[in-house]
């Protein structure tokens, strides 16, 4: 995979940067108005581009990192994977527990960073399970039904949501 990020400096990979450092040990701290809307979102549909004017939207589990920044995990060997390394833009919306989008939101541009290693990875992990308890481990086992025995959420991506929008999201 190309353009993966990690946290930690390692020859001449990129580095991520999230908006702020991640405590050590997750804890519950205030968020602002900003970070809100993902904090409290029971899930947020992710669409990525997957090639001229096609467009696939997944539901995923988030959490909130700084002020406009949210994570997820995906498998690294998932075509998901792949198509964020070749084109890091992405949608995203806040949904409902169903993965429909949520009433009186809309979709927000943001631009996506693969972490595969560093402090970042865990935090992450950590938060999803903190935030979504029941719902990780059966996620977990419908993967491994449609996917066999693939590692799932062994990555990291880090979405910058922008707002406003600066530049359309074109299908490239």
């Not at 991640?22 to 701290?29: E, G, K, M, W």
């Not at 997820?72 to 998901?80: H, N, W």
């Not at 009186?104 to 560093?118: K, N």
């Amino acid at each position: 995979m190309t353009d993966t990020l990690i946290d930690v400096p390692v020859g001449r990979e990129q580095i991520a940067r999230p908006d702020i450092c991640p405590p050590p040990v997750p804890a519950r701290r205030a968020h602002s108005g900003i970070a809100t809307p993902w904090r409290d979102a029971k899930t947020v549909l992710v669409a990525r581009s997957t090639g001229p004017r096609e467009m696939v939207t997944v539901p995923r589990l988030v959490v909130p990192i700084g002020e406009k920044q949210l994570a997820f995990g995906v498998a690294s060997l998932s075509p998901e994977a792949d198509q964020f390394a070749h084109d890091n833009r992405v949608l995203v919306q806040q949904g409902d527990w169903r993965g429909n989008p949520a009433l009186g939101t809309h979709q927000l541009q943001g631009e996506a960073q693969l972490v595969t290693a560093g402090t970042l990875v865990p935090y992450v992990q950590s938060e999803l399970e903190m935030k979504y308890r029941w719902r990780i481990p059966l996620v977990r086992f419908v993967r491994k039904l449609v996917r066999g025995e693939a590692l799932d959420g062994d990555l990291v991506v880090l979405v910058t949501v922008h707002e406003p929008s600066p530049v359309p999201l074109l299908p490239g």
